[in-house]
Structure formats: C-alpha cells, structure tokens
C-alpha cells in the first residue's frame, strides 16, 4: 500500500490533469445533445402513462428540472476535463438528495440519501452537481447573482475543509464518523432557522410506518389495504401480488441472517404501485404493507426498480452486473449507517429492484422557505456530508493533497454552479417550450 507522502503526491499530480482553477469552465459544446432528447430516451422505458407526470414535475421550476436532469448533466460533466481522483459516487448529489433519517440505533443523522445514480467516478462530478443545486436554488429564491456564487462556494469550501479534515484521522475514525442531526442544530446561531430546523426533526421522527398505516391504508371488509389514489398510488393487481410475493423470497436472501430472523416475524398483507419523485417517475416502484404481531405493528417496504445509472453511461463499467446490488452497494458504502432492510433482488421480465424501508424518521428540508442565509448554512452541511461519504471509499489523503489550502477549487466550482445555473435555466425552458408546444405531453401540479 502507498504510504501517506505517496499518497499526497498522486493527489498534487492529478492537478497537472485537470487544474483547479480549470473546474469553472462551461461552455456547452456544438454538438451537446438536445436535454429534452435526453429526458425522451429515458422514458423508453419506463411506464409511458407516468411519463406526463414526471414532465410536470419537471417544468414545475429550474431547480425541479435539474432534480429530474441527473442525465443530462452527466453527460455535460462527461466532456469535461476530470482529476481521475475516484470515490463512490452518490451520483445525484443535489440539494434535495440529502436529509434526515434513524440510524439503526435510533439517532437521527444527517446523510445522503438517494442512491440510485451511485457508481465510481471522480470526486468532483458529485461536489459539481451539488454546487450547481446550490446555485439553482438560491436563484430561484430570489437571490442576487453574487448572493448565488458565494452560498455555491460555501458548500464546496465545506467539501474541501473536510475533506483535509478527514484526511487527519485514521481508517476506523473516518469509517465511524457521523453527521448528527441534532449536533448539526447546535451550530445554528440564528433563533428563527434554529426554530424552523428543530421543527422539521420533529416532523422526521414522526414519519414511521405507524404513521404511514394511517395516511396510506384503509380498512375494507374488516381488512387493512393500501389506499387508491390514482395515478399516484394504486394497489398492486392479482399478477402484480403474485410477482411481489414470489420475489420477496429472493430479496430476503440479500439480507444478513439476523435480519431475515426480523423479516420472517412479518406477515405480507397487501402492496401498491407508487409514484415517487421526480427523476424517478415512470420507473417501476411499489410498496408493500407487512404486519408484525398484530395489525397495529406495521412495516412499509419500498421496492423500487434500479437501471444503469445515468454516470455510469458517461464512464468504464464498475463491478456491480446487477443494477439493485449496485444501489445497494453504493449506499451501505457512502451513508454513516444504513437502512437494516436494505436488499436487493431481480423481478418479472429480469428487471432489477431494490427494497428499504418506506418511512424510517426520514426528513428533508424545505430550500424554497430558506433565506440566504440558512440556505449557505444548509449548503455548507451538505458539503461536510458529502466529504464524508467521499472519504470512505476514495482515497482521502489523495483528494485532500488535490484540494489543498486556499480556495482555488471552491471559487472555481463557485463559477462553474453560476454558468451552469443558467444552463439549466435554458434547459428548463426548452422543456416548458416542448409542452407548451405539443411536443411532450404534461401533467402540472401532480
């Protein structure tokens, strides 16, 4: 293995690669494919009915077009020059793809999750798009142009003090380190944010499956069933239950042994097809209500079709063959501590899913109620979160030799977010163009 000044020299080499200062360009090439295209291929597919709702969705704001536009960024960030610096990636590392959730323990930590984009590929695909959010949000809550680049760089300046920071601890003591929600709540000075913030904790750790039962399910016949509320949840027909059935075997085997023990004290009661998201709509995913020693002892289970992640289009094939064991993966390797159901499996017509847990104390915040201020204070978070889930699977000592001690990255990811910002915005009225034309079909408000 290299020793630590190795290390550190691979990291100071990999400037002669891609400079620091050379990640603000953005210039969209002649030939950068049409993002609308890209957003049609996509949707080949998926369940054509669902498409109009995830449209919808889309043109609803830039920033909700940039959540469902993973694929086109990727390929944007693609023909840029890149460190070859790799870690894990989250691979859709914006904003919105961080929040609270109950380790198994039962504390609530701050973290990545949405992973359905994960793969390995360099460090700064993630802290790019998660900048770029940054930007997009902060100009869609009014803020200034400078207001806009300054709570960018906050996060990517949190990204890199970490990092270093990450790169002074030894192997257990990065493995083990956390994110604490409510330790997070310390640092807010501010009464109002700190106020608003404890209030989405409290909404957090009501979201359980107790919960859940009685927002998403109905009794009928003296039975307990999931709801029907079209197009957006819709309980599973005869053929659907009997595949949900038989694949729930398979999904069990992916689990460790005391957890399949865990799983076994549940019963299969009924299950759903369910629209989630945004980037995600059109994707086969359902839920599935489990009772444990009575009715009122429920667990809701996620299980959510995986296809190739839109990165890992852009670069050299990783070691997962199996789309679910790639998520799967990806997340038990980038998140502080993971769902305890977690597991994955292939279905009808050799589609590949993944199971969690519905509902698990799991929050995320609202950036629309933000003002500058907390929005640069959330950014930051959200850096320091992403440097450690980086430090886990890349080589640390690497990046944090790459970063170094001045803000030569941070301002220019800064500038990069600004000019793609304004990318996305052009992009999101390209969508709103095809809609408003005919050329894609849409379903507002859903």
Not at 129 to 144: D, I, K, M, P, T
């Amino acid at each position: 293995m290299a020793t630590q000044e190795e290390r550190a020299r691979a990291g100071k080499a990999a400037r002669k690669r891609a400079s620091r200062s050379s990640h603000a360009a953005w210039i969209p090439s002649a030939d950068r494919p049409d993002p609308v295209a890209v957003l049609e291929r996509q949707g080949v597919d998926r369940v054509q009915e669902l498409l109009p709702i995830r449209y919808g969705r889309m043109a609803a704001s830039p920033f909700a077009f940039l959540r469902g536009a993973a694929a086109v960024m990727a390929g944007d960030l693609a023909v840029l020059r890149h460190t070859g610096l790799t870690v894990q990636l989250c691979g859709d590392a914006h904003l919105l793809n961080f929040g609270v959730f109950a380790s198994p323990e039962r504390a609530l930590l701050f973290d990545l999750n949405d992973f359905d984009e994960t793969c390995q590929g360099p460090f700064e695909w993630d802290v790019k798009r998660l900048a770029a959010s940054v930007a997009v949000a902060a100009r869609g809550n009014g803020a200034g142009e400078n207001a806009a680049r300054d709570a960018a760089q906050d996060a990517v300046t949190a990204y890199r003090k970490g990092m270093r920071r990450l790169a002074g601890l030894g192997e257990l003591a990065v493995w083990y380190e956390r994110v604490d929600a409510r330790e997070a709540l310390d640092l807010i000075r501010s009464p109002r944010h700190r106020k608003r913030a404890e209030a989405g904790l409290d909404h957090a750790r009501g979201r359980t499956s107790l919960q859940a039962l009685g927002k998403l399910t109905e009794v009928v016949d003296g039975a307990r069933r999931i709801i029907h509320d079209p197009p957006l949840l819709e309980p599973a027909g005869a053929p659907d239950l009997a595949a949900l059935r038989k694949i729930f075997g398979d999904y069990r085997s992916t689990l460790s042994e005391e957890r399949r023990l865990l799983l076994d004290r549940y019963r299969f009661v009924d299950a759903a097809r369910k629209v989630v998201g945004v980037g995600s709509v059109g994707t086969r995913c359902y839920i599935v209500l489990l009772a444990g020693r009575d009715p009122g002892d429920p667990l809701f289970l996620q299980i959510k079709e995986a296809v190739r992640s839109v990165v890992e289009e852009q670069l050299p094939s990783g070691p997962y063959l199996h789309p679910g064991h790639r998520v799967v993966a990806g997340q038990r390797l980038l998140q502080a501590a993971g769902d305890i159901f977690l597991g994955w499996m292939t279905g009808p017509q050799g589609r590949a899913f993944y199971w969690r847990q519905l509902r698990d104390m799991k929050g995320s915040a609202d950036i629309t109620a933000m003002s500058t201020a907390e929005l640069r204070w959330y950014a930051g978070l959200c850096g320091t979160a992403l440097a450690r889930a980086h430090a886990r699977s890349g080589d640390r000592l690497a990046i944090a030799a790459y970063l170094g001690g001045s803000d030569t990255f941070d301002r220019a990811v800064a500038d990069f977010a600004l000019r793609y910002a304004a990318q996305n915005a052009r992009d999101h009225a390209a969508l709103t163009t095809a809609i408003e034309s005919g050329v894609i079909g849409a379903l507002p408000g859903v």
